[in-house]
């Protein structure tokens, strides 16, 4: 299914992907404004979706310049309707350089937010009023700080394979081994997960807002696999190299050159 992509063009190497179901998205954006506010309204959507997903490109890049400077390539950087995934030939096993690379990408954002912050300013009460389709480049601004910041923080949070989980794994093994750090950190991600799935689906009756919100949830269940599928690879990968380590360690043993019985001279 993510190999369902369409090549745009690659930046320092990298390849930048775009997934076949991202223009559902940009078709959502387009019909949704267009129902609100006709052509402007279609306009200001697609020019929001568009700039945002240029941010979320800046974060998983931030992420791969990171890993460069640890030996770690990026092959590609695939862009979906629920955001961006950079595809590493490896994670660095040395728990400092993997905090390093996970919080690059957080990072990207609260410095974008902090070079809109020199231009774009915000009314009062802005939040309770914001609109929900930007009409102007200052609302546009304004859009795109408070994405950048939310995504940014929401990243934080110490839901394995996020970046705050990727923190979380790394404190972990570094005390415990990587296996056994990994399980810990995607264990609690899929509790979590679930909790934030059932809060999102409920969220009328928490009064959290009037429908039921279906992306975050998708959003959750998607992380919540995700988190499962590296523990898995991160399991198979550990009991593939105990295998050959013990497998190496019989071949020295049985090829070890046989004791002379002659007294010595």
Known sequence: MLGWSIKLFRIRGIQLSLHGSFLLLLAYATWAGWSEERGPGALGNVALVLAFFTCIVLHELGHAFAGRRFGVDVTRILLLPIGGMAEFTAIPRRPLHEVLMALAGPAVNFVIVGLLLTVVRFPPHWIDNAPAIP???????????????????????????????????????????????????????????????????????????????????????FIFFAGEMEYRMVRRTELEAAHWRHWWNRQEITSLPPVSAEPPC
């Open 135 to 221: 009409l102007t480049v200052g609302e546009l601004g304004r859009h795109l700080v408070a994405a950048n910041l939310v995504m940014g923080l929401f990243n934080l949070v110490p839901v394995f394979p996020m970046d705050g989980g990727r923190v979380l794994r790394a404190l972990l093994a570094s005390r415990f081994s990587y296996l056994r750090a990994t399980f810990a950190a995607a264990t609690l991600a899929k509790v979590l997960a679930v909790l934030a799935i059932a809060v999102a689906l409920a969220a009328p009756q928490l009064q959290l807002a009037p429908e039921p919100l279906y992306l975050p949830a998708v959003l959750f269940a």
